[in-house]
Protein backbone atom coordinates (compact mmCIF):
# COMPACT_ATOMS: atom_id res chain seq x y z
CA UNK A 1 0.00 0.00 0.00
CA UNK A 2 1.41 3.29 -1.17
CA UNK A 3 1.93 5.54 1.83
CA UNK A 4 0.30 8.81 1.80
CA UNK A 5 3.22 11.16 3.04
CA UNK A 6 4.97 9.49 0.21
CA UNK A 7 2.75 9.71 -2.83
CA UNK A 8 2.50 13.83 -1.78
CA UNK A 9 6.11 14.04 -1.29
CA UNK A 10 6.02 12.52 -5.03
CA UNK A 11 3.33 14.68 -6.83
CA UNK A 12 5.29 17.97 -5.22
CA UNK A 13 8.43 17.20 -6.48
CA UNK A 14 7.11 16.55 -9.69
CA UNK A 15 5.08 19.50 -9.80
CA UNK A 16 8.07 21.56 -8.32
CA UNK A 17 10.58 19.82 -10.78
CA UNK A 18 8.86 20.95 -13.73
CA UNK A 19 7.66 24.08 -12.71
CA UNK A 20 11.49 24.99 -12.25
CA UNK A 21 12.08 23.77 -15.70
CA UNK A 22 10.03 25.86 -17.50
CA UNK A 23 11.22 29.17 -16.05
CA UNK A 24 14.81 28.48 -15.92
CA UNK A 25 17.96 28.63 -18.63
CA UNK A 26 15.72 29.80 -21.70
CA UNK A 27 18.22 28.84 -24.41
CA UNK A 28 19.08 24.93 -24.84
CA UNK A 29 22.36 23.21 -23.74
CA UNK A 30 25.45 24.95 -26.79
CA UNK A 31 27.26 22.03 -28.56
CA UNK A 32 31.29 22.69 -28.86
CA UNK A 33 30.60 24.31 -32.63
CA UNK A 34 28.09 26.84 -30.97
CA UNK A 35 24.74 24.77 -32.23
CA UNK A 36 21.78 24.31 -30.01
CA UNK A 37 21.77 20.39 -29.06
CA UNK A 38 17.84 20.41 -30.60
CA UNK A 39 19.72 22.24 -33.44
CA UNK A 40 22.20 19.47 -34.30
CA UNK A 41 19.48 16.96 -33.84
CA UNK A 42 17.75 18.30 -36.64
CA UNK A 43 20.98 18.30 -38.56
CA UNK A 44 21.40 14.43 -37.74
CA UNK A 45 18.01 13.66 -39.15
CA UNK A 46 17.93 15.70 -42.26
CA UNK A 47 21.85 14.12 -42.58
CA UNK A 48 20.62 10.61 -42.45
CA UNK A 49 17.40 10.98 -44.36
CA UNK A 50 19.23 11.77 -47.78
CA UNK A 51 17.21 8.96 -49.76
CA UNK A 52 14.41 10.58 -48.53
CA UNK A 53 12.97 7.06 -47.11
CA UNK A 54 10.20 7.54 -44.81
CA UNK A 55 12.30 6.67 -41.72
CA UNK A 56 10.25 4.19 -38.93
CA UNK A 57 9.68 5.68 -35.74
CA UNK A 58 9.05 4.39 -32.61
CA UNK A 59 6.84 5.98 -30.15
CA UNK A 60 6.19 5.14 -26.34
CA UNK A 61 4.05 8.18 -25.37
CA UNK A 62 7.10 9.10 -23.06
CA UNK A 63 8.61 12.29 -22.60
CA UNK A 64 11.66 11.32 -25.15
CA UNK A 65 8.98 10.12 -27.86
CA UNK A 66 7.29 13.27 -27.61
CA UNK A 67 11.03 15.31 -28.17
CA UNK A 68 11.71 12.98 -31.36
CA UNK A 69 8.68 13.53 -32.84
CA UNK A 70 8.57 17.16 -32.79
CA UNK A 71 12.35 17.38 -34.24
CA UNK A 72 11.18 15.43 -36.89
CA UNK A 73 8.12 17.84 -37.62
CA UNK A 74 11.24 20.60 -37.41
CA UNK A 75 13.76 18.60 -39.72
CA UNK A 76 10.66 17.85 -42.36
CA UNK A 77 11.45 14.73 -42.66
CA UNK A 78 8.98 11.62 -43.94
CA UNK A 79 8.31 9.50 -40.31
CA UNK A 80 5.58 7.02 -39.86
CA UNK A 81 4.99 6.08 -36.50
CA UNK A 82 4.32 3.45 -34.91
CA UNK A 83 3.07 2.77 -31.09
CA UNK A 84 3.54 -0.97 -29.66
CA UNK A 85 0.89 -1.77 -27.73
CA UNK A 86 1.85 -2.95 -24.72
CA UNK A 87 -0.57 -5.28 -22.64
CA UNK A 88 1.00 -3.89 -19.50
CA UNK A 89 1.13 -0.44 -20.68
CA UNK A 90 -1.33 1.61 -18.43
CA UNK A 91 -4.98 3.35 -19.78
CA UNK A 92 -3.37 7.00 -19.27
CA UNK A 93 -0.62 6.15 -21.68
CA UNK A 94 -3.09 5.07 -24.47
CA UNK A 95 -5.34 8.02 -23.61
CA UNK A 96 -2.46 10.14 -24.31
CA UNK A 97 -1.18 9.01 -28.09
CA UNK A 98 -4.96 8.90 -28.84
CA UNK A 99 -5.52 12.11 -27.83
CA UNK A 100 -2.52 14.22 -28.67
CA UNK A 101 -0.67 11.65 -31.41
CA UNK A 102 -3.94 10.50 -34.06
CA UNK A 103 -1.10 10.17 -36.46
CA UNK A 104 0.59 7.10 -34.87
CA UNK A 105 0.09 3.64 -35.81
CA UNK A 106 -0.72 1.38 -33.20
CA UNK A 107 1.13 -2.48 -34.01
CA UNK A 108 -0.07 -5.28 -31.74
CA UNK A 109 2.99 -7.88 -31.43
CA UNK A 110 2.74 -9.10 -27.86
CA UNK A 111 -0.62 -11.12 -27.89
CA UNK A 112 -0.91 -13.86 -25.13
CA UNK A 113 1.28 -11.59 -22.85
CA UNK A 114 -0.24 -12.75 -20.06
CA UNK A 115 -0.85 -16.89 -21.32
CA UNK A 116 1.19 -18.63 -23.23
CA UNK A 117 4.49 -15.83 -22.77
CA UNK A 118 4.14 -15.06 -19.27
CA UNK A 119 3.81 -19.43 -18.58
CA UNK A 120 6.93 -20.16 -20.51
CA UNK A 121 9.33 -17.50 -19.63
CA UNK A 122 8.36 -16.27 -16.24
CA UNK A 123 7.58 -12.82 -15.10
CA UNK A 124 10.21 -10.53 -17.10
CA UNK A 125 13.44 -9.82 -15.20
CA UNK A 126 16.47 -7.47 -15.47
CA UNK A 127 18.70 -11.07 -16.40
CA UNK A 128 15.53 -12.09 -18.30
CA UNK A 129 13.74 -9.15 -20.52
CA UNK A 130 11.99 -11.62 -23.24
CA UNK A 131 9.16 -8.92 -22.63
CA UNK A 132 11.02 -6.03 -24.85
CA UNK A 133 11.82 -8.46 -27.74
CA UNK A 134 7.73 -9.37 -28.21
CA UNK A 135 6.71 -5.61 -26.66
CA UNK A 136 9.50 -2.88 -27.47
CA UNK A 137 11.68 -4.19 -30.40
CA UNK A 138 9.11 -5.24 -32.99
CA UNK A 139 8.48 -3.69 -36.50
CA UNK A 140 10.80 -1.94 -38.40
CA UNK A 141 12.90 -4.74 -39.36
CA UNK A 142 15.57 -3.58 -42.27
CA UNK A 143 14.66 0.58 -42.24
CA UNK A 144 16.29 2.97 -40.36
CA UNK A 145 14.59 3.25 -36.67
CA UNK A 146 14.25 6.85 -35.73
CA UNK A 147 13.60 6.02 -31.47
CA UNK A 148 14.37 7.99 -28.76
CA UNK A 149 16.95 5.98 -26.71
CA UNK A 150 19.37 7.73 -24.33
CA UNK A 151 23.16 6.67 -22.72
CA UNK A 152 21.96 7.96 -19.62
CA UNK A 153 19.01 5.64 -19.17
CA UNK A 154 21.13 2.33 -18.15
CA UNK A 155 24.24 0.85 -18.55
CA UNK A 156 23.51 -0.99 -21.61
CA UNK A 157 22.73 2.18 -23.53
CA UNK A 158 25.88 4.06 -22.24
CA UNK A 159 27.90 2.74 -25.10
CA UNK A 160 25.04 4.03 -27.96
CA UNK A 161 25.95 5.88 -30.80
CA UNK A 162 23.64 8.36 -32.34
CA UNK A 163 23.76 5.61 -35.41
CA UNK A 164 24.24 2.53 -34.99
CA UNK A 165 23.02 -0.75 -36.03
CA UNK A 166 19.89 -2.43 -34.71
CA UNK A 167 20.67 -5.61 -33.48
CA UNK A 168 17.65 -7.30 -35.36
CA UNK A 169 18.97 -5.64 -38.81
CA UNK A 170 18.70 -2.33 -40.59
CA UNK A 171 20.11 0.54 -38.07
CA UNK A 172 18.81 3.36 -35.33
CA UNK A 173 18.97 6.91 -35.08
CA UNK A 174 19.42 7.90 -31.81
CA UNK A 175 18.90 11.62 -32.71
CA UNK A 176 18.90 12.22 -28.35
CA UNK A 177 20.97 9.83 -27.64
CA UNK A 178 23.37 12.64 -25.32
CA UNK A 179 20.29 14.45 -23.96
CA UNK A 180 20.44 14.48 -20.55
CA UNK A 181 16.83 14.27 -18.21
CA UNK A 182 17.57 18.10 -17.60
CA UNK A 183 17.58 18.71 -21.70
CA UNK A 184 14.34 16.54 -22.39
CA UNK A 185 12.13 18.56 -19.60
CA UNK A 186 13.53 21.89 -20.91
CA UNK A 187 12.87 21.23 -24.88
CA UNK A 188 9.71 20.14 -23.60
CA UNK A 189 8.72 23.47 -21.81
CA UNK A 190 10.26 25.78 -24.57
CA UNK A 191 8.16 24.22 -27.04
CA UNK A 192 5.16 23.64 -24.93
CA UNK A 193 4.79 20.34 -25.99
CA UNK A 194 2.35 18.02 -24.17
CA UNK A 195 3.20 16.43 -20.70
CA UNK A 196 2.41 12.97 -20.27
CA UNK A 197 -0.32 13.32 -17.26
CA UNK A 198 2.15 10.34 -15.14
CA UNK A 199 4.57 12.52 -14.55
CA UNK A 200 2.27 15.03 -13.09
CA UNK A 201 1.50 11.98 -10.41
CA UNK A 202 5.14 12.12 -9.33
CA UNK A 203 6.37 9.57 -12.20
CA UNK A 204 9.84 9.11 -13.50
CA UNK A 205 9.61 7.07 -16.25
CA UNK A 206 6.16 6.00 -18.82
CA UNK A 207 6.54 2.17 -19.57
CA UNK A 208 5.35 -1.41 -18.79
CA UNK A 209 3.81 -1.22 -15.78
CA UNK A 210 6.19 -3.57 -13.23
CA UNK A 211 8.91 -3.15 -15.59
CA UNK A 212 11.67 -4.58 -14.06
CA UNK A 213 14.03 -1.77 -15.16
CA UNK A 214 11.74 0.62 -13.33
CA UNK A 215 12.70 2.68 -9.93
CA UNK A 216 11.32 1.69 -6.89
CA UNK A 217 9.28 4.91 -6.51
CA UNK A 218 7.68 4.39 -9.82
CA UNK A 219 6.90 0.57 -8.74
CA UNK A 220 5.72 1.64 -5.76
CA UNK A 221 3.39 4.48 -7.87
CA UNK A 222 2.27 1.44 -10.02
CA UNK A 223 1.04 -0.97 -7.28
CA UNK A 224 -1.26 1.72 -6.11
CA UNK A 225 -2.73 3.29 -9.73
CA UNK A 226 -2.63 0.44 -11.73
CA UNK A 227 -4.33 -2.33 -9.33
CA UNK A 228 -5.87 -4.28 -12.96
CA UNK A 229 -2.53 -4.74 -14.33
CA UNK A 230 -0.83 -5.91 -10.80
CA UNK A 231 -3.69 -8.28 -10.42
CA UNK A 232 -3.38 -9.56 -13.75
CA UNK A 233 0.47 -10.14 -13.30
CA UNK A 234 -0.57 -11.69 -9.93
CA UNK A 235 -2.71 -14.05 -11.83
CA UNK A 236 0.31 -15.03 -13.87
CA UNK A 237 2.38 -15.55 -11.68
CA UNK A 238 0.09 -18.00 -9.85
CA UNK A 239 0.04 -20.25 -12.75
CA UNK A 240 3.42 -19.82 -13.63
CA UNK A 241 4.75 -21.26 -10.57
CA UNK A 242 1.31 -23.74 -10.02
CA UNK A 243 2.63 -24.71 -13.66
CA UNK A 244 5.96 -25.02 -13.00
CA UNK A 245 5.40 -27.45 -9.66
CA UNK A 246 3.04 -29.72 -11.55
CA UNK A 247 4.36 -29.99 -15.04
CA UNK A 248 7.19 -33.00 -14.52
CA UNK A 249 9.34 -31.84 -17.32
CA UNK A 250 10.07 -28.03 -15.91
CA UNK A 251 12.70 -27.59 -12.98
CA UNK A 252 11.26 -26.92 -9.36
CA UNK A 253 10.66 -23.43 -8.45
CA UNK A 254 13.03 -21.44 -5.87
CA UNK A 255 9.32 -20.04 -4.74
CA UNK A 256 6.63 -22.16 -3.57
CA UNK A 257 3.57 -19.94 -4.66
CA UNK A 258 2.50 -17.18 -7.05
CA UNK A 259 2.49 -14.44 -3.97
CA UNK A 260 6.52 -15.36 -3.18
CA UNK A 261 7.37 -15.19 -6.94
CA UNK A 262 5.95 -12.14 -7.36
CA UNK A 263 7.20 -10.04 -4.32
CA UNK A 264 10.66 -11.40 -5.51
CA UNK A 265 9.98 -9.92 -8.76
CA UNK A 266 9.05 -6.40 -7.55
CA UNK A 267 11.54 -6.14 -4.72
CA UNK A 268 14.19 -5.73 -7.48
CA UNK A 269 17.01 -9.00 -6.22
S1 LIG B 1 8.59 -4.46 -19.13
FE1 LIG B 1 10.42 -3.19 -19.38
S2 LIG B 1 11.90 -4.59 -20.20
FE2 LIG B 1 9.87 -5.46 -20.58
S3 LIG B 1 9.10 -4.69 -22.55
FE3 LIG B 1 8.41 -3.31 -21.06
S4 LIG B 1 10.01 -1.72 -21.04
FE4 LIG B 1 10.95 -3.53 -21.98
Not at 91 to 113: L, M
Request: hydrophobic share 35%; aromatic share 12%; glycine share 8%.
Amino acid sequence: MLDGKYLYLRQENATITILVRLVRNKAMQLTFDGKTIDQLAIELIQAYNNSNEPYYGGFSGGKDSVVIYDLTKRANVPVDWHYNVSPIDSQEVRDFIKTYYPDVIWDKHAQGFFGKLFLTNGAPLRTQRWCCRVIKECGGEGRVKILGMRTEESNTRKHYKCFMDNPSGGNWLLPIVNWTTQDIWQYIAERDLPINPLYKLGFERIGCVLCPFAGKGDIKLQLHYFPKIVNAYKMACNRYIENRLTDPKRKEPKHKTGEEYFNWCISRK
